[in-house]
């Protein structure tokens, strides 16, 4: 067996990779059941402890069976244990030079227990507690990937302060309060946006109306997002708050991308219609962020313990690269025929104000949507674990001054702002939309 080690640390990487990149509710109470499973490595949590945190596992009705029929099964070849991420790299030097090497028995580990363990009926109940603060993940090894099992596994970790458990993992018991505070801007936000639209009222169309919808939405999410891990911290479930969560997010995926989708197109703005090749991009960005949402679900509420979660997170990444790409089409379409009605229209310095516009607008969506998906997963992969809520922070204040960008250059004003133009600066403007292929994508 001791060249089979290396299955252990292959399978492990990428799972770990994606889940650095990929915020799931990993902090609740937990029931996974596995079903003739023969992964010889599965991850069920990671989870950052205080100082005194515990580890709870109840296991029943486990069973195995054997793809081999002269195999002889070794129960302490199997079992639940935790790991640092530091460990990583000792276990895998610990497999180059250790013969039959099993990942349950190695030094680096902080076993739970092993199978040897389980009682008369096939069942095993405990608790740890960690002394030695640090991101831990739980998994369950299997060293004999021969024999598949099967098992119902319910999880609890926590940390323990003032003698009350709190189910939010040490980086992440000050979400409830951030997302409240953001909830409140973004109530504020609405009432101005209201306020604007009400003393503008001869020029709203209807695009400020979604706009002004996207922003209920939006708070709608957060404050969703804030009774969610409030009740998770203080009970390990969310009462049905992930539900309502998973409904919002839904609405606002689908109605951020649609604002900028027609703010693209210059709905409203440039002109009263859509066009064919516009009325495509909704239809294909829509349906995107219908399957996105999905994704994100199944994501949410299975955990990394699932055979296709990694496949779910993977299709997650795939369709929201495609809605980012996607929405990008209406701007540049838009820059390019005001670039071309600017030699034929005699509105140069109209269409030159138009430009620098939409050309701000692409640059920002492009910033916004590189830190949100990128960025993001990097700071997710280097921060410090008690820090984790600082990776919430960034991108929800990303989302706050993109949302102030769009919202206010794009507010209701007069259908005629600019002043009355000479031919001087007819001609100059011109003559920058001749000279500037900045303007050129």
Known sequence: MGNHHHPFLLQLLPVLCIISSIPFSASEIRNTRIIDDSRPMILFEQFGFARFGHVSISIKDVSWRSKHPNAKLDPSSMGFFLLRELSYGKIWNESEYTHHFCVVSSHYVKLLFKFDQLNHDSAYNGTIVVHDPDEYSLLFGNCQPEFEVSMDVQTQMYNVKNGRKNYLPAGKTQLPTLYFIFFVIYCVFFLIWVLICIRQRP??????????????????????????????????????????????????????????????????????????????????????????????????????ATKDWLTWNQMFLLIDIMCCFAVFLP????????????????????????????????????????????VASALGAIINYQYEWLITAALEGASLAFYVFIFYNFQPIDKNPYFVIDHEEEAAAAQELEDDDSFEL
Not at 333 to 343: I, T, Y
């Open 331 to 374: 701007i540049i379409w838009s820059m390019r025929s005001l670039r071309e009605a600017s030699k034929t229209d005699g509105k140069a310095a109209r269409n030159l104000v138009k430009l620098t516009l939409f050309k701000q607008f692409y640059i920002v969506v492009v910033v916004y949507l590189y830190f949100t998906r990128v």
């Open 203 to 304: 020029t709203i169309d209807k695009i400020h109306l979604i706009m002004g919808a996207l922003l209920i939405v939006k708070a709608l999410k957060i404050i969703c997002a804030c009774e969610d891990k409030s009740y998770v911290g203080r009970t390990g479930t969310p009462h049905g708050w992930d539900v309502a969560f998973y409904i919002f997010s839904f609405l606002k995926g689908i109605m951020l991308f649609t604002v900028i989708t027609l703010i693209g197109t210059g709905w409203s703005f440039l002109k009263p219609y859509l066009q064919d090749r516009e009325k495509k991009v909704l239809m294909v960005v829509i349906p995107l962020q219908v399957l996105e949402n999905i994704a994100s679900v199944v994501i949410g509420e299975t955990g990394p």
